[in-house]
């Protein structure tokens, strides 16, 4: 009898593609090369099942016409990230994406550096939540891979957590093995547990072809969301065989997933 597991009846995560990094390079000209929606229409001929986006306060890479067009123009679901502001909740609200992640955001910030600070901050988020679930947007909450945080999700009826993958992906980029291992046993136990709870559970942040491998072995993932790595991996060898490699390394964990 063959005792390998039958890949065809196991669940493969979606891959989101994040495209904010093509916006990062054009704007780096000023001008409208390269673009976006081009990239975002690319990634899903390629395989990739939605797009993420960040319109950030200052319009650092993505622009508010980037988000009009995506959502006029792919196929995929939009998953618009978010700041927890009046001016986002008011795009969001125009626009209606298929789904909005709600991140923290600093100016300063090279990238989302941790995640939502929902417990401490429960009364700015929660209302910003409850008014995108009324208008039929998915709401999704990046944060922290902790039990307190999940337990505020929970109470705010939120459907999808993210949980951010960057500090166990920086630490084994640094070779902080015992770190990793401990960020790595947090997020392990988050998933579960947050799954148990009736959460749908999403990671992203850092993400690369060897840590997605791994986190598709968690049963309960449904959804890696990856940009840099991708944008940068397409320089070497072309943005469909980037996603390509991604799909294929989410199948081989997702193989192995227990059950
Ligand atoms: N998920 C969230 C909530 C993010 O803020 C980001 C970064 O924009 C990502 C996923 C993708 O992270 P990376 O670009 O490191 O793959």
């Known amino acids: 009898m063959n005792a390998s597991p039958d890949v065809s009846r196991q669940v493969i ?10 916006a990062t390079v054009r704007n780096a000209r000023g001008g409208d090369l390269p673009d976006p929606v081009r990239a975002a229409k690319l990634a899903i001929s390629a395989g990739a099942d939605g797009i993420t986006a960040h319109l950030r306060e200052d319009r ?10 995506l959502i006029a123009s792919i196929s995929k679901p939009l998953n618009f990230e978010m700041a927890v502001t009046d001016e986002m909740v008011a795009i969001a609200l125009m626009t ?45 909450l990046f944060i922290e891979p902790d039990p307190a945080a999940l337990s505020a999700a929970v109470r705010m009826g939120a459907p999808v957590v993210e949980l951010h993958t960057g500090a166990w992906c920086e630490a ?23 799954a148990k709870q009736g959460l749908e559970i999403h990671v992203g942040h850092g993400l690369d072809f060897s840590t997605a491998e791994i986190i598709s072995t968690f049963p309960s993932v449904m959804e ?21 490699g991604m799909r294929a390394a989410i199948k081989r964990g997702a193989a192995k997933r227990a059950g």
Do not use: M, W
């Not at 995560?13 to 093509?22: K, M, S, Y």
């Open 13 to 22: 995560p979606r891959l989101g593609v994040n495209i904010d990094h093509v």
């Open 60 to 69: 650092r890479h993505i622009r508010d016409g980037d988000i009009a067009r």
């Open 96 to 140: 209606k994406p298929h789904a909005a992640c709600l991140v923290p955001e600093k100016r300063s910030e090279r990238t989302t550096e941790g995640g939502l600070d929902v417990v401490g901050g429960y009364g700015v988020v929660q209302p910003a939540a409850e008014r995108l679930k009324q208008a039929g947007i998915r709401v999704s």
């Open 172 to 194: 084994i980029t640094q070779g902080h093995g015992d770190e990793a291992q401990r960020h790595f046993n947090r997020l392990q136990e988050a998933a579960e547990t947050g």
């Open 224 to 244: 890696l969301n990856i940009g840099h790595f991708l944008i940068g991996e397409s320089i070497f060898c072309g943005l469909e065989q980037a996603i390509a």
